[in-house]
């Protein structure tokens, strides 16, 4: 019964729109793709739960997009977000930063990354994520993958890795503390 009565349904509601160039969408849509994407967590820092860096090479610049942005601790999980492009930083409101980027390993490993900047507050920051010898990407890991409330007020947010690899050897230093996981003996 239901299904008899839904198609007439649907074909009214049809015939009333109005033909557009424009597809009708009903939720603003964003697609990002970074060639590189790091994260580590905080759990010594008292206001961020983690920090992730990403980055963009971009044809004809020799100097990648970096884009580092730390998430609060408590709900609903805020980010504070800081870009080397000036153009990235006035169309989405976030913080310019001068951001020193050292691109590290590679080859049969995975790539790990040296970024240092000075955040809005004017302290320093320092993010180095580092991999032991012989550390190989994986599809372990990879997929899509939850947001676990980090903009949840804002954002409805679907993150897909093609690969990932998992490192102990990372160190997050905000004003001169380290904030990150201590390293395992």
Do not use: C
Not at 66 to 76: G, I, N, Q, S
Not at 81 to 95: E, F, I, K, R, V
Request: no cysteine; charged share 15%; glycine share 8%.
């Amino acid at each position: 019964m239901l299904r008899i009565l839904g198609l007439p349904l649907l074909a009214l509601i049809a015939s009333t729109l109005t033909p557009s160039a424009e597809p009708i969408v009903p939720f603003v849509t964003e697609f990002h793709h970074w060639d590189h994407h790091w994260y580590v967590w905080l759990p010594r820092d008292p206001l961020y739960e983690a920090v992730e860096v990403m980055s963009l090479t971009t044809s004809g610049s020799a100097t990648p997009l970096v884009w580092a942005f730390f998430t609060e601790r408590a709900p609903p999980k805020r980010q504070h977000h800081y870009t080397n492009s000036h153009d990235m930083a006035a169309t989405t409101g976030w913080t310019y930063a001068a951001i020193d980027y050292t691109p590290t390993g590679g080859a049969e490993a995975p790539l790990g990354v040296l970024v240092r900047f000075t955040d809005g507050q004017g302290k320093s920051v320092a993010i180095n994520v580092d991999f032991a010898p012989g550390a190989r990407l994986s599809h372990l890991g990879a997929g899509l993958t939850d947001q676990t409330g980090h903009s949840a007020d804002r954002l409805f947010l679907l993150f897909y890795r093609e690969s990932a690899a998992r490192t102990e050897q990372s160190t997050v230093t905000i004003d001169g503390i380290e904030v990150s996981e201590p390293p395992r003996e």
